[in-house]
């Protein structure tokens, strides 16, 4: 059966109920699908690796940085170590030296060049350096050397006749080691000194003395030349000093510097190393042994000195054994190992060139006298012995008619050919004592033997 509503009761009832709508939101659909889960799945052994790795590195970069730091330590605490050992040197060098403000200071100068300053040595020990000037007899009539070595030149086809005159014939250096109560010793070498007629001595103030070889070793290339306290002026007297003979021996590597009138041209310095020692160098058929050195040394320095670092004289300078073919090769004699000869060459004679017993007797002869050797007598035809260069005033030889030129062969029928031979002979005697003295003179045909009775003296003032 239908259902006959009133239709205004119907609309009445929906108007009474909210009608739902339908209101659809964008995000229903503007919101994007969800993407697929592709991730893989987690390692999860990969962490541990990191961390080990992350370690070790740290360990690593710390590991070397201490190192590093370990290393600059130590460098650092060895190069003070180096400091101070060079300090503790230096001033044991200072402490033990003969100058103790002389030691060679160095310094670096702008371009890294290391240069040595050796000024406080060389100001200490250069008032102690001379200049030795020798002289020879010459025959100006025939205009040769007619001297030669002691009045020599026999079979030159020349006579004996002739005007004589003294030249100046070689030039060396020396070195003041020693005084006594009337010389200034010095030391140098023999071949300076050798065959001279006379010579002199110029000190470091310019001032020039005649002095005599007071005695010499031949062998060994080592002579004294002795000054008279009485001829030398009280101003250059203040003005020198006595060098200090070192009793060490050279080393190998040492630093030493070189003093000497090189060239003539006045007193110059050099320096340089001990290149080698105990060298045996042969020279005029003589074999010396000798210290090589860096240190030029030229014509002139012969008979200088060799310094060490303390200011030391260590060694005899030899220009005349320069190679000049071979640079950086020079030689001197060493000092340790002739001292007992120096010594001994040093007290040979007293004063003035006198022949004289000890001090105790004091008996004098009253020469200046020169040992011709074997190999000279031979070769300038001549006898060998004693060249009497000359006689001293008031003595016993000029009173008993000893000439200059004589050559003394015996004394009291007892060979004496050298002066240190003389000088034991006259030990025996006193003054007032006569001797019988034996001499060869040239009476320009050949020489005489002459008997000659000589009063001994005391010492001639």
């Known amino acids: 059966m239908q259902d006959y509503r009133d239709p205004q009761s119907n609309n009445q009832n929906q108007s009474n109920q909210e009608i739902p709508r339908w209101n659809p939101s964008p995000d229903d659909y503007n919101t994007p699908p969800k993407a697929p889960n592709n991730k893989p799945q987690k390692r999860r052994w990969l962490i541990p690796v990191i961390i080990v790795g992350a370690v070790m590195l740290i360990s690593i970069v710390a590991g070397v940085t201490i190192g590093l730091r370990r290393m600059h330590k130590e460098a650092l605490e060895e190069s003070q170590k180096k400091v101070q050992e060079s300090v503790s040197i230096e001033e044991e060098t200072q402490e033990v030296g003969s100058v103790a403000e002389s030691v060679a200071q160095t310094t670096v100068s702008t371009g890294g060049y290391v240069i040595t300053d050796v000024s406080g040595i060389v100001q200490e020990v250069m008032p102690s350096v001379v200049s030795i000037t020798s002289r020879s007899l010459v ?17 030159n086809g020349y006579g004996n006749s002739g005007e004589q005159t003294e030249v100046e014939s070689g030039l060396g250096s020396g070195t003041i080691i020693s005084q006594n109560d009337t010389e200034l010793l010095i030391l140098t070498s023999y071949h300076v000194v050798e065959g001279c007629s006379s010579l002199f001595v110029t000190f470091a103030d310019d001032t020039s003395v005649d002095g005599y070889v007071k005695a010499a070793s031949e062998e060994t290339d080592i002579a004294i030349v002795a000054v008279p306290l009485a001829e030398i002026q009280s101003d250059t007297m203040n003005s020198i000093k006595i060098a200090k003979l070192s009793t060490e021996s050279a080393n190998v590597g040492e630093g030493v510097i070189v003093i000497g ?57 030899e220009a005349k054994i320069v190679i000049s073919s071979v640079e950086g090769m020079c030689y001197a004699i060493p000092v340790d190992i002739n001292s007992a000869l120096i010594q001994e060459l040093l007290k040979v004679e007293s004063s003035s060139g006198v022949v004289s017993a000890n001090e105790s007797q004091g008996a004098y002869l009253g020469i200046r ?12 035809d001549m006898p060998e012995g004693i060249y009497v260069a000359a006689t001293i005033r008031g003595g016993g030889a000029e009173t008993a008619g000893v000439m200059e030129g004589d050559i003394i062969v015996a004394l009291d029928d007892v060979s004496t050919l050298t002066m240190s031979q003389l000088q034991t002979q006259l030990a025996k005697y006193n003054p007032g004592d006569y001797v019988s003295l034996t001499v060869m003179r040239d009476s320009g045909y050949g020489y005489e033997r002459i008997l000659l009775d000589v009063m001994l003296t005391d010492i001639l003032s």
């Open 139 to 155: 025959n100006t009539a025939n205009g040769y050397d007619y001297f030669s070595f002691f009045f020599g030149g026999r079979g």
């Open 261 to 317: 009138n090189a060239l003539g041209y006045g007193m110059s310095v050099t320096t340089g190393i001990v290149s080698a020692v105990d060298r045996s160098i042969t020279v005029d058929g003589k074999t010396i042994t000798v210290i090589q050195t860096d240190a030029a040394i030229n014509s002139g320095n012969s008979g200088g000195c060799m310094l060490n670092a303390k200011g030391e004289v260590i060694g005899i300078s």
């Open 369 to 380: 006298g020169r040992d011709i050797s074997q190999a000279n007598a031979e070769k300038y």
